[in-house]
């Protein structure tokens, strides 16, 4: 990240900060200041996400997305509008909440590096296969306790108000549900080294992939492959598919649930038939699904 805030510090922060030193007749505040850097990290990380977010999930939903979905019973009135608010009131908190990992970038803290041959070009594969790896992992525990019922309604259920998604709901969530949910990401750094390049590429690498398992267009059907078939299945029926990026955590903790064949074929998913049913299951399940605990309840196994 320091890379990335000595250009922008270059081109856009210094003479922010100069003009508004002139103005109130004070000195500048140095680049390496922590009021500077959390103001500037709050401005550069909040401009990304945004942009990052509406430019994705705009253009999945213009050139991906199957519209025919919002047809389904289980779709919201405006729900797609729904779905950016919900995502533009958790950006902000979510960005202040993520300002101190990067502090603890910039100051040396994290095991980001930079020199390409430090651990050798082997071991940049290596670092992108772990990130991917620990970062399921964590986000499928963080995502199972958050159906515990203590702490569900409060902070995961808005995520699950979007029982049929648009692109938009990859980052329509609680504030504090999106930020738990980022938390390995920022961890991973600290806990193994990765060049910083990579960690960069990985991350936008992952804010897409948050929209793909979300654009309703069933590509993948590999079995290892968490996309947007298995994460539509997460939105059906809760208490299964925890996982991101790949189905293994949901096998080894017996929470994988198979996307039924009919989500892969467009006409038979967009049948008023299939989303009848689903809707039915949905209704039948609801109740038991929101007030009792994840996968381990019976009564959410009925729903299979
Ligand atoms: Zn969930
Ligand atoms: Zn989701």
Redesign the pocket.
Known sequence: MDVVMHYLDTYVFDSIYNKAADLTSTAPLPRDSLVRQSLSLFVFIYAYIVAFYFGTAGLSYKLIYDKKQEQHPKFLPRQRFLEMACASRALPQITIMTIPWILGQLHGYSLVYKDWNKYGYTYLFVSAAAFILFTDFCIYWVHRLEHHPSVYAKCHKL??K?IV?TPY??HAFHPMDGYLQSVPYHLAVYVFPMHEYVYLALFAFVNVW?VM??DGEYVSNNPVVNGAAH?TV??LYFNYNYGQFTTLFDRVFNTYRKPSQEVYDRSRRNSKRVQDEQAKRIDDALPSLETTSDSSSSSSKKTQ
């Open positions: 995520h699950h979007w998604c709901a990859s948050s398992i979300h994460h997460h939105h």
